[in-house]
């Protein structure tokens, strides 16, 4: 046999393996999934796609697996590129035993992973398997522990996005737990720990699989999910865009683009915007817009605790992450989830050399039993030791209200802001000027004849004394108060002053966060 009939061997295996069997691919179709090299097509640039470990088969034996021994065992893995840049991919393949785990599955993951952090590049992971390979035993739990072990390591070094875009339940659900960011698509993806099934078993409730770790169960109430979409073609399109914000690793800044924005426009349609009445609310999210570059940004946890608002944006083509109280859900107070929420974008940014953006309108913390039973102290603390151990450029702008605890803790100069602006309407205070009255003046008030003209009296007297807009100012505590037209042009100022920024955290093994 020649090397040409050699040749002409391989070229006919590779396109069996790149075919596969055509029943599985129909029956992938008509659950409105695509197959695996759909995806990979969809990820990547065209033609970018270099496969290792293609013609990998498992080694397993016993409960009829030594005669079915399909080539990839059920994982396709390489690397390719997302608009030039590189991006190591591994994606199950749900026609060959579902998707599930075995060790040679187990091995080719491992060893992408190993090269992803190796070269300093993204990692991304199509998800579609039934978890376990159930034959394969302890050999197949052992490979999951490999998975976490270098999603630990790997993280803070390189981007890691996983794709949820089928079931993912059991220990399986932690990999994508452990990484930076989680995609799902509704209808045919879900995460859980124990199935519909084994809850009904236990505690008697009946549930379906969406309704129980489905794409909207963890995009608003979990928290387990950062973005959801209807199909996946969409899905893998915001995969890239969100790519094209993050850098290569942690050593690298993320890419900066050109943009036809004029950094020196102004946003006179802020001072519509926005009410100088600190009790009216608004859209925080069309200040974003209006500030960022096109008004274009990826906003991260979209619908899990509204009150906060955490996106990646650009200003003058500089990749910034952007924090906001949102003034329309729950007046934008701090609560349980939107500090825990806050909290992991925050280290995201950190950890990536994203510049982060503060925009204050904070009324305070939620009271409430709920909260307090519920830990509001050691999970608003993980907020604020995120800002606090961050060292990338800060920078804070006060909108309105800055009450307490929470003025402190959303990035305030005492905690390392490196700049803090605030517009002529901003109150910073520790409560509001009526709770403050009723503190200080009780006495007073309950003696006077007229108490609720004495209260207003001692309202409007108390903020003039500590509340007006340059009361912070003078103590500087806030760098200066702006024109909020000129906000976008303050913010890009700041944000090209201190790209050059260094700071060194003290020598240690790691710090020890609130849990």
């Known amino acids: ?98 998707g599930a785990l075995g060790e040679a599955h187990a091995t080719k993951i491992h060893k992408i992973m190993d090269m992803a952090i190796a070269a300093g590049a993204p990692l991304v992971s199509l998800n579609d398997g039934a978890g376990a390979r159930i034959q394969e035993g302890v050999s197949a739990l052992a490979g999951y522990g490999g998975i976490f072990q270098r999603n630990t390591k790997a993280s803070g070094v390189i981007p890691q996005i996983s794709v949820m875009l089928g079931p993912c339940a059991g220990g399986a659900a932690y990999s994508p737990a452990l990484t930076d960011f989680v995609f799902m698509v509704r209808e045919t993806s879900q995460m859980f720990i124990t199935g519909p099934d084994v809850v009904k078993a236990v505690t008697g409730e009946e549930i379906t699989q969406n309704g129980l770790g489905g794409a909207d169960v963890h995009a608003e109430t979990s928290g387990v999910c950062h973005f959801a979409y209807d199909d996946e073609e969409t899905c893998l399109a915001e995969v890239r865009y969100l790519l094209s914000l993050l850098p290569q690793n942690n050593r690298e800044n993320p890419p900066r683009h050109d943009s036809s924005d004029p950094a020196d426009r102004r946003s006179d349609v802020l ?152 517009w002529p309407t901003n109150e910073i205070a520790v409560m509001g000027a009526e709770g403050a009255a009723n503190v200080i003046f009780r006495r007073q008030i309950a003696a006077a004849q007229d108490p609720e003209a004495t209260r207003a009296q001692l309202v409007k007297e108390y903020k003039s004394e500590l509340m007006h807009p340059y009361y912070a100012a003078e103590r500087g505590l806030v760098d200066d108060v702006i024109d909020p037209a000129d906000t976008r042009a303050v913010l890009i100022g700041a944000v090209t002053v201190l790209q050059a920024k260094h700071a060194d955290l003290p020598a240690r093994k790691h710090g020890n966060p609130p849990a």
């Open 271 to 422: 001072l519509d915007l926005v009410p100088a009445d600190g009790n009216r609310p608004y859209d925080m999210a069309k200040v974003i817009e209006e500030l960022v570059d096109e008004g274009e940004y990826l906003e991260v946890h979209e619908r899990w605790a509204r009150n906060i608002i955490c996106a990646l944006a650009r200003l003058d083509g500089q990749v910034v992450g952007i924090v906001a109280n949102q003034p329309q859900a729950l007046a934008g107070v701090l609560d349980i989830e939107a500090s825990e929420k806050a909290a992991r974008f925050v280290q995201m940014c950190d950890a990536f050399n994203i510049p982060i953006v503060t925009l204050l309108d904070v009324p305070g913390f939620l009271p409430g039993v709920d909260q307090e039973h519920g830990g509001i102290i050691r999970h608003g603390a993980k907020l604020l030791y995120a800002y606090c151990n961050a060292t990338v450029p800060r920078i804070s702008l006060i909108l309105r209200k800055a009450y307490g605890g929470a003025y402190i803790v959303m990035d305030s100069q005492s905690i390392g802001a490196d700049l803090t602006y605030a």
């Open 1 to 98: 046999m020649t090397m040409y009939d050699r040749v002409g061997e391989l070229a006919v295996l590779r396109d069996e393996i790149l075919e596969g069997a055509a029943a599985a691919t129909a029956a992938q179709h008509a659950k409105g999934k695509l197959t695996v090299r759909e995806r990979i097509e969809l990820l990547l640039d065209a033609g970018s796609f270099r496969e290792v470990e293609q013609l990998r088969r498992h080694r397993a034996t016993g409960f009829g697996l030594e005669a079915k021994k399909p080539f990839t065992d059920g994982v396709v893995t390489g690397w390719g590129t997302v608009e030039g840049r590189t991006v190591f991919v591994y994606a199950h393949d749900f026609r060959i035993f579902g």
